[in-house]
């Protein structure tokens, strides 16, 4: 991978509580807020042009790697 791409995993895990979640987790509800919440993050990035400054580097696991 280059320099200019990144590449974010998302790992979720929830247990639903209740029937009104269980029903949405069934139908894919909760998948498809986190696509949406991410694909606008993409775009807030991608709209800003160049790097900010921020933080460089890796969590894995909860740990962040050097």
């Known amino acids: 991978m280059s ?39 993409r775009e807030l990035i991608e709209r800003r042009g160049s790097a900010s400054g921020g933080w460089r580097g890796n969590v894995q696991g909860g740990v962040e790697k050097s």
């Open 3 to 41: 320099g200019s791409c990144c590449k974010v995993h998302v790992r979720m895990e929830y247990e639903p509580e209740g029937v009104v979640e269980s029903v949405g987790g069934a139908l894919g509800l909760p998948q498809r807020r986190v696509k949406a919440d991410l694909d606008r993050f």
